[in-house]
T-cell receptor, first 111, second 115 residues
Framework: DTAVSQTPKYLVTQMGNDKSIKCEQN?????MYWYKQDSKKFLKIMFS???????INETVPNRFSPKSPDKAHLNLHINSLELGDSAVYFC??????????FGEGSWLTVV | DQQVKQNSPSLSVQEGRISILNCDYT??????FLWYKKYPAEGPTFLIS?????DKNEDGRFTVFLNKSAKHLSLHIVPSQPGDSAVYFC??????????????FGKGTHLIIQP
């Protein structure tokens, strides 16, 4: 069983559209994250959620909004997609202070 | 401002030899360091970690060394195997004293093991 799973794996969409990427973890972790790997290959944290509370928001545009219906899920909603949003988005989870486990990534291409 | 730096974008090593991947950091508040391995089209996979109270941690073929005074850590893989060919990310965590704590990543080093 995949510990951290995210869907879709590949997504191609037009500028201006609104899209969501779903993430689920079955590890019982308290904290979930979204990371972005841009064209320069840097992996940067976007959000983290601990018990449904947003802990970190690293200067991400407000077009991006994380939504956590429960402790095992953290979905990423993106409104009014722009070309520069094309990247790989990784969901992750951990217990606070412990190793972070990543999903396989979602490749978003905005055309 | 890169707080975690991996200055070698790629490294080529012969099978059976030792692979040494290097990482430097600038933030003195980092107290926990990790190495992740990533294959194409997959997510990063945790490999090994080290706390700032230690200077060495070993797990099978993988050893991580930490030199706090130099703000430098390295990952040694010996002997190197073809399956080790991947991108290796160095990551660090700052102990903020509470709440969730994300990781700051380096840019990665592409390790190529040659037969």
């Amino acid at each position: 069983d995949t510990a951290v799973s995210q869907t879709p794996k590949y997504l191609v969409t037009q500028m201006g559209n609104d899209k969501s990427i779903k993430c689920e973890q079955n590890l019982g972790h308290d904290t979930m994250y979204w990371y972005k790997q841009d064209s320069k290959k840097f992996l940067k944290i976007m959000f983290s959620y601990n018990n449904k509370e947003l802990i970190i928001n690293e200067t991400v545009p407000n077009r991006f909004s994380p939504k956590s219906p429960d402790k095992a899920h953290l979905n990423l909603h993106i409104n009014s997609l722009e070309l520069g949003d094309s990247a790989v988005y990784f969901c992750a989870s951990s217990h606070p202070g412990n190793t972070i486990y990543f999903g396989e990534g979602s490749w978003l291409t905005v055309v | 401002d890169q707080q975690v730096k991996q200055n070698s974008p790629s490294l080529s090593v012969q099978e059976g030899r030792i692979s040494i991947l290097n990482c430097d950091y600038t933030n003195s508040m980092f107290d926990y360091f990790l190495w992740y391995k990533k294959y194409p089209a997959e997510g990063p996979t945790f490999l090994i970690s080290i706390s700032s109270i230690k200077d060495k941690n070993e797990d099978g073929r993988f050893t991580v060394f930490l030199n706090k005074s130099a703000k430098h850590l390295s990952l040694h893989i010996v002997p190197s195997q073809p399956g080790d060919s991947a991108v290796y990310f160095c990551a660090a965590r700052e102990r903020s004293g509470g709440g969730a704590d994300g990781l700051t990543f380096g840019k990665g080093t592409h390790l190529i093991i040659q037969p």
